[in-house]
């Protein structure tokens, strides 16, 4: 059967950015602006050629193993669209002073091939292979501070975890082609429904998800996830917050949905506790957390445990009810892709000024710059928000568009202040040191000893 080159041409041009960004990397000697250029312009690339796809109908190739239809379409624009703001991201990071840029988007676009191949994997095999592709190089980006023993230690937990996880999932999918034979997802589910309530095959269909539950970060397989982005570079710690998870949720939905309908009286259940307890532990960790990075990874937890909720109606009898619940969960990783971006990017103009990403550093009352994030949080006088004028805070209430004082307010509030224009006609000499009023004192050393003054 011939392959369908234009149905997996997104991914052939984006990995083909990947070898020309290695390759621009080894031979340019401005590699560091040419490979972000370089890839920028592949992802404009790849996406041209998925809208080269749409209103094309369902393709299918490699024996019905990868199929792009309307869902593979979507999930392909939302994980080109993040790559798109995460290059953006990147460069900052890069202009910082890191000396691996090449390796550093070559590790990115990598990763991302295997999420644009995991919403078309049509069967347990390209599923794992897409999976993996996904884990391996994101193991190596969050490792890729290697002078910085907490991104060490992250990618380490993130390494140990993930191959833990990975070696359950592939028990588990062995398991279901013994009990079916096939590794089809489609043919799957007709077998599993002859198949009957066999326990054995329905604890390899929990493990087959346990597996998925590691990638979307959902509660208690989560551990990795706090260090993990703290150690991280933040456009490495976004695209794991929102890609990569978006990619877990484009395979689980397959499995939860496509392959094991027939057990869904099973894992429904499974996943409105798995649900519960996710929000519940995320929402109330990040309560406590000082770091932003960290208490961004405990919001995407919560956030996970949103998104499984759908999950929980998938053993409803009636089919639009599955539908609605599909298309839930679609509609809300859109909506949380980008605006969990937007925050990173916050982080990333933010972290240039202050490295420690620590909550305390938003506060306006310490940072009035508004790239200290004053002019988006902003600090509050008397019950009112403050708006940054000139360094200083002024009440946002008594001030209009283009910062005219509002009419109805006390004089002191509503008049502004007049600058002073310097005289013309007096042209300033030299100041003259002041005298003394009284006897000088010696100044006190912190440890209450006189310190002569300086002549």
Wanted: charged share 15%; hydrophobic share 50%; net charge positive.
């Amino acid at each position: 059967m011939p392959i369908d080159f234009h149905a997996i041409l997104p991914e052939l041009v984006l990995a083909g950015t990947a070898l020309l960004v290695l390759l621009v990397d080894l031979f340019v000697e401005r590699a560091k602006v040419v490979a972000n250029y370089l890839s920028l312009a592949g992802t404009v690339a790849a996406g041209v050629a998925l809208a080269t796809l749409v209103g094309q109908g369902t393709r299918s190739t490699f024996g019905g193993s990868f199929v792009v239809d309307n869902y593979a379409l979507l999930f392909k624009g939302l994980f080109l669209g993040s790559l798109l703001l995460v290059l953006l991201m990147s460069q900052r990071y890069i202009d910082a002073g890191t000396s691996y840029q090449g390796e550093f988007y070559f590790v990115v676009l990598s990763s991302f091939v295997g999420m644009l191949l995991m919403p078309s994997s049509r069967d347990l095999l390209m599923l794992f292979l897409s999976l993996e592709i996904v884990s391996a190089t994101g193991f190596i980006a969050a490792g890729f501070r290697k002078g910085d023993p907490r991104g060490n230690e992250g990618a380490l937990k993130f390494l140990l975890i993930g191959v833990l996880s990975t070696a359950v999932m592939l028990f588990g999918m062995s398991l279901v082609y013994g009990f079916t034979g096939s590794l089809q997802l489609g043919v799957i589910a007709e077998r599993l429904a002859r198949l009957g309530d066999e326990p054995a095959a329905v604890m390899s269909v929990f493990l087959v998800v346990t597996g998925f539950a590691f990638k979307v970060s959902a509660a208690p397989f989560h551990f990795w996830a706090p260090d993990t982005y703290e150690g991280s570079p933040v456009p490495v710690a976004a695209y794991l917050s929102v890609a990569s998870k978006a990619a877990g949720f484009a395979g689980l939905l397959q499995l939860t949905f496509v392959a094991f309908p027939a057990y869904s009286r099973y894992w429904a259940p499974a996943f409105a506790v798995l649900a519960a307890f996710t929000m519940l532990l995320g929402n109330v960790i990040a309560l406590a957390q000082t770091n932003i990075v960290r208490l961004l990874a405990y919001s995407s937890v919560a956030q996970a445990g949103y998104m499984l909720v759908p999950f929980a109606v998938g053993s409803a009898s009636n089919p639009q009810v599955r539908e609605e619940a599909f298309q839930a969960v679609l509609v809300y990783l859109l909506i949380y892709a980008f605006t969990n971006l937007g925050a990173f990017a916050v982080v990333t103009l933010v972290s240039q000024r202050q490295p420690s990403n620590l909550i305390a550093d938003y506060d306006q009352r310490q940072h009035p710059h508004p790239a200290g994030a004053g002019g988006v949080h902003g600090g509050h006088d008397r019950g009112r928000p403050v708006l940054l004028r000139r360094g200083r805070p002024q009440p946002l209430a008594g001030r209009a568009a283009g910062g005219r004082p509002c009419a109805g307010l006390p004089a002191g509030l509503a008049e502004p202040r007049r600058r002073r224009r310097p005289c013309r006609h007096r042209r300033p000499g030299p100041r003259r040191a002041a005298e003394p009023a009284g006897p000088v004192r010696p100044h006190l050393h912190p440890g209450r000893q006189p310190v002569a003054d300086t002549p």
